[in-house]
């Protein structure tokens, strides 16, 4: 996973939705480790406002799944670059294709200069009640992503 340039790492929710926010492209995504879940991963994408987050975790075999709407069929993939591109495609159980990769260097060389300095503290802001869609959780909207980015 380390090698992937969409891996965040151990980010935290709010960090992965500040860059996604601060991307602000429609279909933007990453992938970060799960905080609630050890040895699970999180693609996250930006969807009308919203960051949909889905789990990503590898079965015994080591084959990747993510965890999609209801419905929709659980396709296991050996790499997960090959479920990154079946995921940009549209009606794959995920709030939208993902469109844009938000890589680490990509986004430190794009955002050096929108960064909050490390001692500012941000609004924690809690997502609505009707905050998930499928098995994606989604939080923030367009309003509240605006107001804690100044």
């Known amino acids: 996973m380390e090698n992937l340039p969409v891996y965040h790492g151990p980010i935290g929710k709010e960090e992965g939705e500040r860059r996604l926010a601060q991307d602000g492209r429609e279909g933007c995504y990453l992938i970060r480790n799960s905080d ?3 040895g699970v991963y999180c693609l996250c994408v930006l969807c009308q406002g919203y960051v949909y987050t889905y789990r990503l975790y590898r079965d015994d075999g080591g084959s990747w799944a993510a965890d999609t709407s209801p419905g929709v069929q659980k396709r296991y993939f050996r790499k997960i670059k090959n ?8 009606e794959q159980g995920i709030a939208m294709p993902l469109l844009y990769p938000v890589t680490a260097q990509t986004r430190a060389q794009t955002h050096t200069d929108a960064q909050t300095p490390s001692n500012s503290l941000s609004p924690t802001l809690s997502s609505s009640p009707n905050a998930y869609h499928a098995k994606g959780h989604k939080s923030r909207n367009a309003k509240e992503v605006r107001q804690a980015l100044g």
């Open 36 to 38: 609630s879940v050890p």
């Open 83 to 90: 479920l990154i591109t079946a995921f940009q495609k549209p």
